[in-house]
C-alpha cells in the first residue's frame, strides 16, 4: 500500500450510543419493528497524527448500549496498532478482532459481537479511503486486486470462491473499467424507495407519497406488508394503481411468516404482480428461503433477503441452494466491507444480483460506495439492480448521500460518508444528550433503567 505509516499508530477508539426518535412518526415501522428509534453505536478512530476514521453499525434504539459495551471490550485488539500495518494484512486483522479465542464464543461471526467489529472495521475503512484522499468506492476500484483480496478471510467459502480465483475475477473486469467509472460518474446509480408504505402510515400518506415518488422519477417501489391480509391488499393494491402496470412494486414482511404461510400470503398478492418478496420468513432459515423461492418461481416472484443475515457462510448457503433471487447485503452488519466483498464475489460467482439493504442511519451513505464498486470492478453491471433509497436521517452526515431523478450520484468527498456533522453527538447521544434529555423530561420517552448505570 501508498500509505507511510508514521503517525498512524492508533491512539483512540471513542464509541457512543446515539439515538434518533424515529418511533414518534412511524418511520420505518414494518410487521416485526413496529416502534423503532433509528440508531447507532458510533466508532471514531485517532491516529497519532490526528486523523480520524468514523464508522458506525446500525440498531433499532434498545440494546445499542450493549453494541456499545462489545467495541469497547475489543479496544484492545486496535489501540496502540499501526493503522498501515493492519491494512497491510488486514485478513490477519479481520480474524483477530472477530476470533478472539475468549471472546469467539459470544459469537462467533454473528450478532452482537459481528455488530461492534463491522462498526469498528467500518472506521477502519474510512480512515484508509481518508488517508489515501478518496471516495471510499474510489479507493476498492483502484486497489489492485491482489491487494484487495488480501483483506478477505477465506476460511469457510473456499468451496465456492478461492482467493486466486477471486483475484482472477477482479482482474478480468479491469477490461472496461474507465468507461464503466466514467457512466457511473455521469449517470449514477439506480435507487428504490421504501419510503411510501411504511407499515404505520396512513393510506392518505402511502397515495400522496406515491405520487411524490413518482414525480422525483422512481420506477420501483416496496411497501411493507406482513400483519394482516386484507390491509396488506388494499395497501399494496393502492400503491399499484397509484404507480400503474409499467412501474414496480416489492414487499417486505421483515420475517413475519412460517414458510407455508409465506408462500400462501405471496400466491393471494401475485394478482399485483410484486417484483420481491423480501424477508418472508425467519432470516436464518435457508431451506424455507429456497422452498418459497421454487413455490414463486411460477408467479414471477423473486426471494430477497440479507439485511439481517448473519455471516458469509449463511450467504454462501442462500446463493448456493437458490434460496435468493436478491442478494440484499448490508453495510452495517456482517464483519465490514472484508467479509461483504467476499458475499459481493460469490454473488458474482453464482450469478445471484445483489440489490443492498440501506434506510436506517448511514446506510444509504455507507451502501452506495460498494455498490459503485460492484459495478466497477465485480459484476460490471447494473442490469436489474437497485440500491434501496430512504429519504431519513441524511441531514445529520457531513456528506449525506445524493439522490437525483432516482439515482446515487458519486459524490467526490474522501471516505465512506459516515461523519457525523458537529453538534450531532452533543443532540442525540443516549441519554445524555440534549435532545433526550429533553424528550424524556417531557414524557415522550421514558427513562432510562441501566442504561443510566452502564453510561455512567
Ligand atoms: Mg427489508
Redesign the pocket.
Known sequence: MSTNNSGLEIVKIDVKDVRFPTSLGAHGS?ALHVDPDYSCAYVTTTTKNGTQGFGLTFTCGRGTEIVVLTIRSMKKFIIGKNAGDIFSDFAGFWRTITNDSQMRWIGPEKGVAHLAAAAILNSLWDLWARLENKPLWKLLVDLEPEVLVSTIDFRYITDVVTKEEAIQMLKDKQIGKADRIKYLEEHGYPAYT?QVGWMGYSDELVHSLCEKYLKLGFKYF?V?VGVNFEDDYRRCSAVRECIGPNNFLMV?A?QAWSVNEAIEWMKKLAPLKPMWI??PTSPDDILGHAAISKALAPYEIGV??G?MCANRVMFKQFLQSGAMQYC?IDSARIGGINEIIAVYLMAEKLKVKVCP?A?GVGLCEMVQHLQFFDYVSVSGTMQDRLI?YVDQQHEHFVDPCVVVNARYMPQAHIGYSTQFLPGILDKFSYPHGSEWKKMIKDGLFPPPDEVELLNA
Open positions: 414494518d421504501t416496496k411493507k417486505d421483515n423480501e424477508e430477497a433477503t439485511e440484499q439493504h434506510g434501496e
